[in-house]
């Protein structure tokens, strides 16, 4: 989980200003503006119009999104927001070598519904997650999979960037940080600290595991705190066991947002390795409490 403390600018008359609201996309989101009141009330809106606009593309929980609409072959073409994602899941699908997978979601169904699947179930899903998912006539995606898709662990953090975008495009906003249950989106020439919460402690006051300093930038992090464990291994069909908690930052809230849960599925050496070929920084926990952070990670890291 990320804690974001925006400080106030006393030499001039913008300073920073922060909304919250609860229930956003079945979560908190925090936004923060520097920015002179009236322009920050615009930025507000935007970002809210923003969101709520590509969560009737993205939600799997509203029967009416696109992608769920899409899923269930009731449209053929589709928007280029939605496009876009799709193409975006099959590259980090490819370069994770299937770290990540859209349709991991049917291997937490399978252990709901069993602790200690059969064999052959295991199988016949890990079977169903190496085949195509979809494949692409032109620009128009087909679903060639029974299995239901979620891209929240993409589609969060880049609902994140475009709501940060909208209302950094508002006249007068000198700096916006959108932070969507712990995806979060900065841009503005002021850095902002953010403090990063152990996965060991739900106390809301608990010290913090670690504090960086970003600009220009997305975070996020993912683990077995906040929701329990819920992260799974596609390319097992298996509960992920040795990592706790991951935290990435990369240059957008979306590379941050997939990272964090591909970090999460791979051993802490291999998930260092893939940072060092991004270029993004990253801070793994283990269940054993070992952290393991590389070199760009350190370089953003305050004094607690």
């Known amino acids: 989980m990320?804690?974001?403390?925006?400080?106030?600018?006393?030499?001039?008359?913008?300073?920073?200003?922060?909304?919250?609201?609860?229930?956003?996309?079945?979560?908190?989101?925090?936004?923060?503006?520097?920015?002179?009141?009236?322009a920050a009330r615009e930025a507000e809106r935007r970002a809210l119009?923003?969101?709520?606009?590509?969560?009737?593309?993205?939600?799997?929980?509203?029967?009416?999104?696109?992608?769920?609409?899409?899923?269930?072959?009731?449209?053929?073409?589709?928007?280029?927001?939605?496009?876009e994602l799709l193409r975006e899941a099959e590259r980090w699908q490819e370069h994770t070598a299937g770290a990540f997978n859209p349709g991991v979601e049917?291997?937490?169904?399978?252990?709901?519904?069993?602790?200690?699947?059969?064999?052959?179930?295991r199988e016949a899903l890990l079977k169903a997650l190496g085949a195509p998912?979809?494949?692409?006539?032109?620009?128009?995606?087909?679903?060639r999979t029974p299995l239901e898709l979620n891209f929240n662990a993409l589609a969060k953090g880049r609902i994140a960037d475009l709501a940060c975008a909208a209302a950094m495009g508002v006249e007068g906003v000198q700096g916006a940080c959108v932070n969507l249950g712990g995806d979060l989106s900065h841009?503005?020439?002021?850095?902002?600290?953010?403090?990063i919460t152990s996965p060991f402690s739900s106390a809301d006051n608990a010290p913090a595991l670690a504090q960086i300093r970003i600009r220009n930038q997305g975070v996020a992090t993912s683990g077995h705190t906040q929701r329990g464990p819920h992260l799974f291994d596609p390319r097992r069909a298996q509960p992920v066991q040795g990592v706790a908690q991951a935290t990435v930052v990369a240059g957008d809230a979306a590379t941050a947002d997939v990272l964090a849960t591909v970090f999460c599925v791979?051993?802490?050496?291999?998930?260092?390795?893939?940072a060092e070929q991004?270029?993004?920084?990253?801070?793994?926990?283990?269940?054993?409490?070992?952290?393991h952070s590389n070199p760009q990670f350190q370089a953003l890291e305050e004094a607690l």
């Open 266 to 274: 791979l051993d802490p050496q291999e998930s260092l390795r893939l």
């Open 106 to 121: 049917a291997v937490q169904r399978l252990y709901r519904q069993n602790p200690d699947p059969p064999e052959e179930q």
């Open 187 to 195: 841009r503005g020439p002021q850095g902002m600290p953010v403090a």
């Open 278 to 291: 991004l270029g993004v920084a990253g801070l793994i926990v283990s269940r054993s409490g070992a952290l």
């Open 133 to 143: 998912l979809w494949t692409w006539k032109g620009e128009t995606p087909h679903k």
């Open 49 to 83: 119009a923003e969101i709520e606009r590509l969560e009737g593309l993205y939600s799997r929980y509203r029967p009416d999104s696109e992608l769920n609409r899409w899923q269930e072959g009731l449209t053929e073409a589709v928007s280029p927001d939605l496009a």
């Open 2 to 38: 990320l804690r974001s403390f925006p400080g106030f600018l006393s030499q001039n008359r913008f300073r920073w200003r922060r909304i919250r609201y609860e229930g956003v996309l079945g979560t908190a989101l925090e936004l923060h503006f520097l920015a002179e009141p009236q």
